[in-house]
């Protein structure tokens, strides 16, 4: 399995060291592991500053030294992207050379963090609407390979909001998954809302179901994790997830370029049996 969204102490909101993870990703069977730490350009951002991209590329290496037998390192990252900061997102990927690179939206139009207060003095609907419409300007800038947890808000979101309903955003999206298609560009399934407030994974099967309409094929997957104990974790669901809704292959990539694995080669029929989606 691929867990291609795991921070690292190179992550302003995270300790654990490359190592530990790998161990536990092992652990865990999986056997490609991608450090996307943070880099973040937006000013007012705790890790404005904080990513060292020479130590990461160091560490990168001792890891894959030392793992390398039994578990792919890819270096990567989590850059966060709004049209504010397009300028600064585009110079620091122009001067760094990863594996893949991640494209999320963690901010509003106002430079303020979605977090539980963003949603104040919005509605849901002005949320994911300005939401969905920065995920599509990220897309269309050709920077990334997927997009993370394509639909963050619901994590935040007060708890009548929790389930919401994405078809609701049809209007939205549409345009989202057409620019994906037409460039190539994946979207990850976020394993941590699975294990976080929402309880289902970030997007959830009813737009995977829905970009799979759409001709959509290019998915990732990934925990998010900040600590060793959660690498892994939520994938063996999420394939059988991908799987009921029509998804035989999930992406990998390797210097930027993608190859598609069928997730039967990757689960053994068995062991995803019985696992609810
Ligand atoms: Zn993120
Ligand atoms: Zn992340």
Redesign the pocket.
């Known amino acids: 399995m691929f867990d291609y969204?795991v921070?690292s102490e190179f992550?302003a909101d995270c300790t654990a060291p490359m190592a530990a993870s790998c161990r536990a990703a092992i652990e865990a069977g999986v056997t490609e592991i991608a450090f996307?730490d943070?880099v973040d350009h937006e000013p007012a951002d705790m890790g404005r500053g904080y990513y060292r991209a020479e130590a990461y590329f160091r560490s990168v290496d001792a890891v894959r030294a030392e793992f390398g037998d039994h578990l792919t390192v890819l270096a990567a990252v989590?850059v966060d992207f709004n049209e504010r900061i397009a300028t600064e997102v585009g110079r620091f990927l122009e001067a760094h050379r990863y594996d893949f690179v991640?494209g999320?939206v963690h901010y509003g139009e106002d430079g303020r963090i979605i977090f539980p207060d963003y949603f104040s003095d919005r509605t849901l609907d002005e949320v994911f609407a300005a939401y969905f419409g920065r995920v599509r300007h990220a897309v269309e800038t050709g920077w990334f390979d997927s997009i993370?947890?394509l639909d963050l808000p619901k994590r935040y979101a007060p708890r009548e909001h929790r389930i919401y309903d994405p078809l609701a955003y049809r209007e939205e999206l549409r345009p989202v998954f057409a620019a994906m298609i037409e460039r190539g560009v994946a979207f990850e399934i976020?394993t941590?809302g699975l294990r976080q407030a929402p309880k289902t994974s970030m997007p959830g099967p009813a737009i995977v179901r829905w970009y799979v309409d759409a001709g959509g094929r290019l998915i990732t997957t990934?925990s998010?994790s900040?600590a060793p104990q959660t690498v892994g974790a939520g994938l063996a669901k999420t394939l059988a997830m991908l799987t009921l809704c029509g998804v035989d292959e999930v992406s990998a990539f390797k210097d930027r370029r993608r190859r598609q694995v069928r997730i039967a080669e990757l689960v053994p029929p068995t062991e995803a049996e019985g696992v609810p989606a």
Request: proline share 0%; charged share 15%; no cysteine.
């Open positions: 969204h921070h992550s996307t943070h989590e991640i999320s993370g947890h976020n941590s990934g998010d900040h």
